[in-house]
């Protein structure tokens, strides 16, 4: 069982930084690939970012992201601290949403919402115009 808590999100401005922190409680986190999907009101839940499980204390591991991310969002994490990252930079009015963390076992491609074992309760991120 793992426990995912989002931390950072809040209120900024069009193309302003902010950077979300998920916290993983729970065995074995390097074992998990890691994601962000995010929704917005009225949307359904979009692909964000993930990056691949990875053995120990590496905290390195393949990369993916959404297409309206690309170039401006980066995901990392530290599996010494249990925790990943989702850096967002130039954040655009589009980009408000409720981010939420994914975790899924052995996760080594681009996940699908379908695919994800466990979810966080999310974080609003709110970019004003």
């Known amino acids: 069982q793992v426990q995912l808590v989002e931390f950072g999100g809040g209120l900024v401005q069009a193309g302003d930084s902010l950077r979300l922190s998920c916290a993983a409680s729970g065995p074995s986190f390097s074992s998990y690939g890691m994601g962000w999907f995010r929704q917005a009101p009225g949307k359904e839940r979009e692909f964000v970012a993930a990056?691949?499980?990875?053995?120990?204390?590496?905290?390195?591991?393949?990369?993916y992201y959404g297409d309206s991310v690309k170039g401006r969002f980066t995901i990392s994490r530290d599996n010494a601290k249990n925790t990943v990252y989702l850096q967002m930079n130039k954040l655009k009015p589009e980009d408000t949403a409720v981010y939420y963390c994914a975790a899924r076992k052995y996760g080594n491609t681009r996940p699908t919402v379908d695919g994800i074992q466990y979810w966080g309760k999310g974080t609003l991120v709110t970019v004003s115009s």
């Open positions: 990056i691949n499980w990875s053995s120990g204390t590496w905290s390195g591991g393949s990369t």
